[in-house]
Nanobody
Framework: VQLVESGGGSVQAGGSLKLSCAASGYRVGSCRMAWYRQAPGKERELVSSIRSDDVARYRDSVEGRFTISQDKAKNTLSLQMNDVETEDTAVYYC????????????????WGQGTQVTVSS
């Protein structure tokens, strides 16, 4: 399984950025996937997750600004980031539960290498 993030970069506060996660060896939509982020000196935190039935959840600080989506045909996960804030600066990681056949693993066992997002004021 390989998850490869792209789309990170530098953006000014109030701007937009779209992150993508291309999966290989894994079927997007089979189990829950998520975006995490880790800012310098801070612990990794869950930003948003999406279930196989497309039900999405967000942490409070990004609710209404970020949108997670999955394209099962293209086998990709995305995160549209709008109205970004300096506090959104972090390395963003794509993660996926393992498909165990009958059930999913409930924890995120597959991780990408991360993509840097830097928001300037």
């Amino acid at each position: 399984v390989q998850l490869v993030e792209s789309g990170g970069g530098s953006v000014q506060a109030g701007g937009s950025l779209k992150l993508s996660c291309a999966a290989s060896g894994y079927r997007v939509g089979s189990c829950r996937m998520a975006w995490y982020r880790q800012a310098p000196g801070k612990e990794r935190e869950l930003v948003s997750s999406i279930r196989s039935d497309d039900v999405a959840r967000y942490r409070d600080s990004v609710e209404g600004r970020f949108t997670i989506s999955q394209d099962k045909a293209k086998n990709t996960l995305s995160l549209q980031m709008n109205d970004v804030e300096t506090e959104d600066t972090a390395v963003y990681y794509c993660a996926a539960e393992e498909d165990l056949g009958v059930i999913c693993s409930r924890d995120f066992r597959y991780w990408g290498q991360g993509t840097q997002v830097t928001v300037s004021s």
